[in-house]
């Protein structure tokens, strides 16, 4: 069975310059090649379906590829680890090009005939993953103490005194201003 992020381009590298429109649904990871994340990472599942919309655009020294790629991913809120999801929508446009010269270091292979898609999806969908993505913006989180989600309830716990600050406590500055004075 063909993977579908291989597309043909015999003709259009033959009639250069033309553009090809490229379209389809594929599972993210279908053979597998990715490890899973830890789990307070973000991450793909292998069988998301991911969204490919690209306009492949021939030239003189290889092929250009302008459009979007979508998909879903998962994780953990950074503050209170509540499992989330959500939309990836990575908008690209990256090279391809036959033979690697010392300008294309960041450009991609493609065979004769053939280009495949997969490397730059894969990239495209890693690179673009939330690092500390929240369940909300203005999520509490969990208290370092006693561990409670302060989203669901309140707690009375207070960040321990260290001793060896605390004659900084009685520090006062001749500038320092009455905060009960509203002047």
């Not at 790629?69 to 690209?92: M, Q, Y």
């Not at 929240?134 to 370092?144: M, N, S, W, Y």
């Amino acid at each position: 069975m063909a993977s579908p992020y291989l597309v043909a381009i015999a003709q259009l590298v033959r009639d250069s310059p033309s553009t090809l429109s490229v379209s389809f649904d594929a599972p993210f990871d279908d053979p597998g090649e990715f490890e899973p994340r830890n789990p307070g990472e973000t991450d793909v599942a292998p069988d998301a379906v991911v969204n490919v919309e690209l306009r492949l655009e021939s030239y003189s020294g290889g092929l250009r590829a302008r459009g979007v790629i979508r998909t879903a991913w998962f994780g953990a809120c950074r503050r209170c680890s509540k499992p989330i999801e959500g939309e990836l929508e990575v908008l690209v446009d990256e090279r391809f090009v036959l033979d690697r010269g010392p300008e294309d270091d960041l450009a991609y292979l493609y065979a004769h005939d053939e280009v495949d898609l997969a490397p730059l999806v894969h990239d495209a969908v890693f690179l673009e993953l939330p690092l500390a993505p929240t369940c909300r913006a203005d999520c509490q989180g969990l208290c370092p103490y006693c561990g409670i989600d302060r989203n669901e309830a309140s707690c009375d716990c207070r960040a321990p005194s260290d001793s060896r600050w605390a004659t900084l406590d009685g520090l006062r500055f001749a500038d320092d201003s009455d905060e009960s004075n509203p002047e």
